[in-house]
């Protein structure tokens, strides 16, 4: 999977502004953010998409993502919130590595995909320490789930 960015990404080899990880996942800020603090919850393993993932691998990813909806929601408060994964082109998939997109929203309306702004390090940096207090409930929410190490 030399040519996968995401594999290349996960093994240090791509830069990407990294967030959180553990065994199973790694969540980076997506490069071309639809809103601020955009996050994709990417699995260690490549899998091309949702349904060819282990379903506990799965199960893992949904679970950080939720954790990481929740704080947006309670805890940063942002009024809503996108959780999705898409799955194969029609679907709206680019890079064929299964990800879950956490989007936060701050503004009604708007439509889901765009526009898609180029994220800046200054940005980088605002959204990554304004997650950083609150990411011991993304281990919580894992051994809840009773997908804790
Ligand atoms: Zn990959």
Redesign the pocket.
């Known amino acids: 999977?030399g040519g996968?960015?995401?594999?290349?990404i996960?093994r240090g080899v791509e830069e990407a502004y990294r967030v959180y990880e553990d065994d199973v996942v790694v969540v980076i800020l997506d490069k071309y953010p639809v809103s601020e603090g955009h996050l994709l919850v990417i699995t260690r393993r490549?899998?091309r998409g949702v349904e060819d993932a282990e379903p506990r691998a799965a199960a893992h990813a949904f679970t950080v993502a939720s954790a990481l909806a929740r704080i947006y929601r309670e805890r940063l408060g942002a009024p809503g919130v996108n959780v999705v994964t898409n799955s194969g082109r029609p679907a709206g998939q680019v890079?064929?590595?299964f990800h879950v997109h956490v989007i936060p929203r701050w503004h009604s309306g708007g439509p889901m995909w765009s526009p898609r702004h180029t994220l800046t390090p200054g940005e980088a940096e605002r959204v990554t320490s304004r997650l950083k207090p609150h990411l011991g409930l993304v281990s919580e929410y894992l051994s809840r789930a009773g997908l804790g190490d």
């Open positions: 999977m996968c960015v995401f594999c290349n996960v490549h899998y890079i064929f590595h």
